[in-house]
C-alpha cells in the first residue's frame, strides 16, 4: 500500500516494522466539549485508514488517548486549562466534564461506525509514566526548570521543526506576537512538559504529586508517554489532525526522540480540515454542527460517513446541508440496492471476469493512498454494469469492509429457518434439473406464505 507521509512529504510504499503487524497511535480528542462534524471526519478517515490495512492483510493495533487534563488555550501554553474552563462553564466538576463529553464522544464515533480503538488510554492515568519520560529527559539534558513549569528547550534538539519545515528562527518570529506568559521561558517555542500548582494554577483542580511538587502534565508529554507504553518506542503510524503538525507533532517527535534516541514515528497520517459553508466552524458563527445536529435534520449518521468518503483526506472538505442531504440520498438508495440483491444463501466467490476487474479497481483505489472517492465511484459502476446480482452484492459487501457503510448487515423481514430450508432444497433440486420437485417445494412455500424468486444461481425470499 501506497501512503502519503508528512514527515517525508512524500507518498511512500507502507512498510510496517514487523509485518503483518501495524501499531497505530491516534491523538484523540480533548474532553472539555461536544465533539463537531470536523473530529468525525478525521476519526472516520483513520477508521477508513485502519479498516484498508486490515482488508489488505495487516492486523493493526490502534490506540488512541483521552486528553481528561493539561490540554491548555493558545499552543505556546499561556491559556487556560481547557477542562476547567469547562467545568466552570457548565458548573459541573472536571471529573464528570471528561465523562460527559468521553461519553458524547464514543457515542458520537459509534453512530458512525468508527471501529473502537484496540486501546483508549486516559491521560489522568498514565500520570506516573509522564513522569518517568520526564525524568529521561532530564537524565538527558533536555530540560530545564522555572519557578512556574518544568519546560523542554527546543535548542538541545537538533531537528526540532523537522515535520512542519518550519525553521525555530520563523517560530521565534511567529511567537512574538503572543504573550508569553512565564517570562523564564528560555525560548518561546519550549513547551511545558510539568506546570506546577502555583501563580495562574494554584487553584487546579487535578494535580498530582512529582519531583518538582504538586501540579500537573502538560498536554504533548501524555502521547509520547502513551503510545510508548501500548506500543513501544518506535511506532508505525500516528494519525492526527493538520492542525497538530505545527505544535503538538513536533513536541510529541522532540520529547519522544530525546528520550529514546529512537525514530518516534515511521508514517505520519494527517486529515485536513472540513469547513462548514466555506467558513471554519465555530461557536460564534452558528455552524458547530454535533452528532445531535446531523440527527436533528435527519440526516442518518452513515451517509454523512458516505459523504467524507467522498472526499480525500488530504483535501479540505466543505460541508453544506445540501450535500449532506444529497449524500443520505445516495445511501438510501445503496441500502434499498443491497436489500433487494441480497441472495438468502451464502455468496460463491466471484466468477466472472467484470467483477474480478471491479474488485481489483477497488484495492488499487484504496492502495494508492486511500483514493476513497475513487473506490466509491467504482461502486456505483459496479452496481451499473451487467454482472449479476449475486456478484454485486458479494462485491458491495467486501468494498464495505472498507466503507464501513454497514451494507452487510441490513436487516430483512424475519424469514423462518424452515423456509430456508425449504428454499434450499429447491435450489438443490433446481440444480439438478429436479423440475417438478422445484415446484412442490415453491407451492409448500407460497402456502408458508412468502414468495420466492430466482436470482440466477441464487434465490430471494419475499414475504407476500
Ligand atoms: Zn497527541
Redesign the pocket.
Known amino acids: 500500500m501506497k501512503l502519503y507521509n508528512t514527515l517525508t512529504r512524500k507518498i511512500e510504499e507502507f512498510i510496517p516494522s514487523s509485518p503483518p503487524n501495524v501499531s497505530f497511535y491516534a491523538?484523540?480528542p480533548t474532553v472539555y466539549d461536544f465533539t463537531h462534524i470536523g473530529h468525525m471526519r478525521t476519526y472516520t478517515n483513520n477508521d477508513v485508514l485502519r479498516r484498508t490495512l486490515t482488508y489488505l492483510g495487516f492486523k493493526v493495533n490502534e490506540v488512541m488517548?483521552i486528553?481528561d487534563v493539561g490540554h491548555l488555550s493558545g499552543d505556546d501554553d499561556s491559556g487556560v486549562d481547557k477542562m476547567e474552563k469547562g467545568a466552570k462553564k457548565y458548573g459541573k466538576t472536571v471529573w464528570d466534564v471528561a465523562k460527559f463529553y468521553t461519553d458524547f464522544f464514543f457515542k458520537t464515533t459509534d453512530a458512525l461506525n468508527i471501529l473502537r480503538p484496540s486501546v483508549t488510554c486516559k491521560a489522568t492515568e498514565h500520570v506516573q509514566e509522564m513522569i518517568q519520560l520526564i525524568n529521561r529527559l532530564k537524565q538527558n539534558g533536555f530540560v530545564y526548570e522555572t519557578p512556574e513549569a518544568i519546560y523542554f528547550d527546543v535548542m538541545k534538539f537538533n531537528s526540532y521543526g523537522k515535520l512542519s519545515g518550519q525553521k525555530l528562527e520563523e517560530k521565534i518570529q511567529a511567537s512574538r506576537e503572543e504573550v508569553v506568559v512565564d517570562n523564564d521561558k528560555k525560548h518561546p517555542a519550549d513547551f511545558a512538559l510539568w506546570f506546577k500548582r502555583v501563580g495562574r494554577f494554584a487553584d487546579h483542580t487535578m494535580h498530582w504529586s512529582s519531583p518538582w511538587g504538586e501540579g500537573f502534565p502538560g498536554w504533548?508529554i501524555?502521547?509520547s508517554a502513551m503510545s510508548m507504553k501500548y506500543l513501544g518506542e518506535t511506532i508505525d503510524i500516528h494519525s492526527?489532525g493538520i492542525d497538530?503538525v505545527p505544535v503538538?507533532?513536533e513536541n510529541?517527535i522532540a520529547q519522544s526522540e530525546g528520550a529514546t534516541g529512537k525514530q518516534f514515528v515511521k508514517y505520519w497520517f494527517h486529515n485536513n480540515f472540513l469547513t462548514v459553508d466555506g467558513q471554519k466552524m465555530s461557536k460564534s458563527l452558528g455552524n458547530f454542527y454535533t452528532l445531535e445536529d446531523i440527527e436533528k435534520n435527519k440526516i442518518d449518521p452513515l451517509s454523512l460517513r458516505l459523504l467524507f468518503l467522498q472526499s480525500h483526506y488530504r483535501q479540505p472538505l466543505n460541508f453544506t446541508w445540501q450535500s449532506a442531504r444529497a449524500s443520505l440520498e445516495a445511501f438510501n438508495r445503496l441500502k434499498e440496492i443491497a436489500t433487494n440483491i441480497k441472495p438468502h444463501n451464502a455468496p460463491t466467490p466471484l466468477k466472472s471476469t467484470k467483477a474480478i476487474a471491479f474488485q481489483q479497481q477497488f484495492k488499487s483505489a484504496i492502495e494508492n493512498d486511500l483514493q476513497t472517492p475513487q473506490a466509491v465511484a467504482v461502486m456505483w459502476d459496479m452496481i451499473k454494469s451487467d454482472i449479476t446480482n449475486e456478484e454485486k452484492y458479494f462485491l458491495l459487501t467486501d468494498f464495505d469492509k472498507v466503507f464501513g457503510l454497514n451494507l452487510g448487515s441490513i436487516v430483512e423481514e424475519k424469514i423462518d429457518a424452515n423456509i430456508i430450508t425449504l428454499a434450499e432444497r429447491r435450489l438443490e433440486a433446481r440444480r439438478q434439473r429436479n423440475f417438478d420437485m422445484s415446484d412442490r417445494l415453491r407451492i409448500k412455500i407460497e402456502k408458508a406464505g412468502f414468495k420466492i424468486e430466482d436470482v440466477g444461481d441464487a434465490y430471494k425470499i419475499k414475504k407476500i
Request: charged share 15%; glycine share 16%; aromatic share 0%.
Open positions: 491523538c484523540g488517548n486528553t504533548h501524555e502521547c492526527g497538530h503538538h507533532h510529541e
